[in-house]
């Protein structure tokens, strides 16, 4: 049975989240110190607000050694926007080391004659390949994102996805091994982000019986 944990440092939209998957009828468990990762078969790291106070704040619950030894152990983990980008190896944003779970750095998006930052509002998903987010039917997937950084991905193979930005294609989807990661908020994409939240619970399922 999957049992969810929810990470809270104080900078998750964390109700949201829960919601979106309890209408999926899938329970979560809040996870703020390491306790609490017990019985927990897979972890998600939600985010919103700047990537300096998100490392601050997440280092004080003492999760991060433990985070990186759940990736080591092969254990799922979802991040969901802000949570992606604490990831990667450091920001433009701040100067906090990220997670280091994916080479890269999170950068500004890069400015452009009629573009806004950030960028917010509904974009369609450009799919590189399959992963535990996206399957290959998913052709229409459009998302809404609120961001000003972007994740500047160093390995080309761990790009499941990007999104139009202007003349750019950004980080949109991440994803290796038992990680995976968007940029957007699935959980305020209605029926194509409960769509892709419940492809990610499908897949930790069988990934747990392996």
Not at 19 to 35: C, D, E, G, T
Not at 77 to 100: P, Y
Not at 182 to 198: D, I, N, T, Y
């Amino acid at each position: 049975m999957t049992r969810l944990g929810l990470i809270d440092y104080g900078m998750g939209n964390l109700h949201s989240v829960e919601k979106a998957f309890n209408r999926l009828n899938q329970s979560v468990v809040i996870v703020n110190k390491p306790a609490d990762l017990e019985n927990c078969t897979a972890l998600i790291l939600p985010g919103v607000g700047a990537f300096d106070p998100a490392m601050e704040n997440l280092a004080k619950t003492k999760l991060i050694p433990y985070i990186n030894n759940w990736v080591i152990d092969g254990k799922p983990l979802l991040g969901i926007c802000l949570g992606l980008q604490l990831l990667f190896e450091s920001s433009e944003e701040g100067s906090s080391k990220g997670l280091g779970l994916f080479k890269g750095k999170v950068k500004k998006l890069p400015k452009q004659k009629n573009q806004r930052i950030p960028h917010m509002g509904w974009s369609k998903l450009n799919k590189k390949k399959e992963c535990p987010l996206l399957k290959t039917e998913d052709e229409q997937n459009w998302m809404y994102f609120v961001h000003s950084y972007s994740a500047d991905v160093l390995q080309e193979e761990e790009l499941a996805a990007t999104v139009s930005f202007g003349s750019f294609n950004i980080a949109a989807v991440v994803c290796k091994n038992n990680i995976s990661a968007c940029q957007f908020h699935p959980e305020k994409s209605g029926v194509a982000g409960e769509r892709m939240l419940l492809s990610w619970l499908n897949w930790v399922e069988s990934y747990a019986i392996r």
